[in-house]
């Protein structure tokens, strides 16, 4: 957890080399901004993995050393002391939520010490608690998304352990990513996360359209702007409510359905590789969508700690300062929701796996009844599909 602290501080802090790459490239236009941010949250997302790697392989080392036990109980051991990594790292759990809560504490206090007009030097101490706020966010989601995968091997052994006590030979000489149905299954596991992502992202823009729309149709409203006329506050926060909740279904639906689909139709091993390509894959995809997320918004309030000089270039109002707040508004939908979802959905995916393999393992060959469960499954997730591709107007919610 600590050395997960250093590296995500280290990429997304505002004295960071990563966070001042991005501030120096504001000045190529927010091309090269997005592009210095991906390249650094692609970069991060790679030492995040081999320190999760280093750890189980501390684990394995420590464990196997047992005297007196080889074979399945030796694995055993191992797995106990990947779940201990996983507890160690919960034990920071105090820190890591007050962290976590810092963050949309300074973020408000700021937003609300900007529309009061404060003094300068108040708006600059709050500046630089949001910014240390984005931070501790940052460090925190990372320390989610590497608990989530700990667990997630641990549970690994679960899945092992229970299709063992239906069917000792199912999965006797282990999962071999040479059989084709486990390499099928390893394939669609690492392509989930990224379908996950893409509905994440589009239902971001649909509630985005949506509250652009209804914002637009108040500053029409006479005597708003003048303040004579209060803004209708609960519609917005109505848009917000509706929109998370039903974004909802069909992420829930696909974290839930997709392994019991894999599980039926390509077998217990297949669901093995599934669980494998997900963990990977998630976990590799949750920090770059975080930790660019949190470079983007940090080199963005650095610019704006510059003094305001539009013809020089610095500051608020320059074109600089334009490009970050293109950089922060692409990343805030991966690091604010994308990103910190695929947490949950590693830990559902493989919970869904372990309750549903030692039923699946019965099923050698799937019967009408068995053929109609899936297909009823898998139109289920055509549909999570097709909600997530629905078109919502720009005018739906001015017109109501």
């Known amino acids: ?40 949250g692609y970069e991060s997302s790679v030492w995040a993995i081999f320190v999760i790697a280093v750890t189980i392989g501390a684990a394995v080392v420590i464990y196997s050393g047992i005297p007196g036990y080889s074979g399945p109980e030796q694995i055993t051991f191992i797995l106990y002391g990947v779940a201990m990594t996983g507890i160690g790292m919960l034990t920071l759990t105090g820190n890591t939520v007050a962290m976590d809560s810092f963050g949309p504490i300074s973020d408000n206090a700021n937003g609300i010490g900007e529309m009061a007009g404060l003094e300068p030097k108040a708006r600059q101490i709050m500046a630089d608690l949001d910014a240390v706020g984005n931070t501790t966010k940052a460090i925190t989601k990372g320390i989610a998304i590497g608990s989530a995968v700990i667990a997630a091997v641990s549970l690994f052994g679960s899945f092992i352990t229970d299709v063992s006590i239906v069917d000792p030979e199912a999965l006797a000489h282990g999962i071999s990513v040479a059989k084709p149905m486990v390499f099928i299954g390893m394939l669609i596991g690492g392509a989930i996360p990224w379908l996950f992502s893409s509905f994440a992202i589009r239902a971001v823009t649909r509630a985005a359209n949506q509250m652009v729309t209804e914002v637009r149709r108040q500053f029409r409203i006479p005597g708003l702007m003048e303040g004579k006329v209060k803004p209708d506050y609960a519609r917005a926060v109505a848009i917000s409510t509706e929109a998370a909740q039903k974004e909802l279904i069909p992420l829930a639906l696909m974290a839930v359905v997709s392994p019991i689909v894999v599980g039926l139709v390509l077998q217990v091993e297949a669901l093995g590789g599934f669980l494998a390509g997900i963990i990977l894959s998630g976990q590799l995809l949750a920090v770059f969508m975080s930790n660019a997320g949190g470079a983007w918004d ?19 109002r320059s074109e600089r300062h334009k490009a970050s707040v293109v950089g922060d508004t692409v990343g805030d939908p991966l690091k604010d929701t994308a990103g910190p979802a695929l947490n949950p959905m590693i830990k559902v995916v493989n919970l869904v796996s372990v309750i549903v393999a030692p039923v699946v393992v019965q099923y050698k060959t799937l019967g009408i009844v068995g053929w109609i469960a899936v297909v009823l499954l898998v139109a289920a997730f055509v549909w999570a599909v097709s909600q997530s591709k629905r078109h919502v107007p720009l005018s739906a919610t001015a017109q109501k």
């Open 1 to 40: 957890a600590i050395v997960i602290d250093r590296l995500t501080d280290y990429f997304t802090g505002s004295e960071g080399t990563p966070v001042r790459e991005i501030r120096e490239s504001t000045d190529g236009g927010p091309a090269t901004t997005i592009l210095s941010g991906l390249s650094i």
């Open 298 to 316: 940090n080199a963005k309030k650095t610019i704006e700690d510059e003094p305001r000089d539009p013809e020089k270039n610095l500051g608020k």
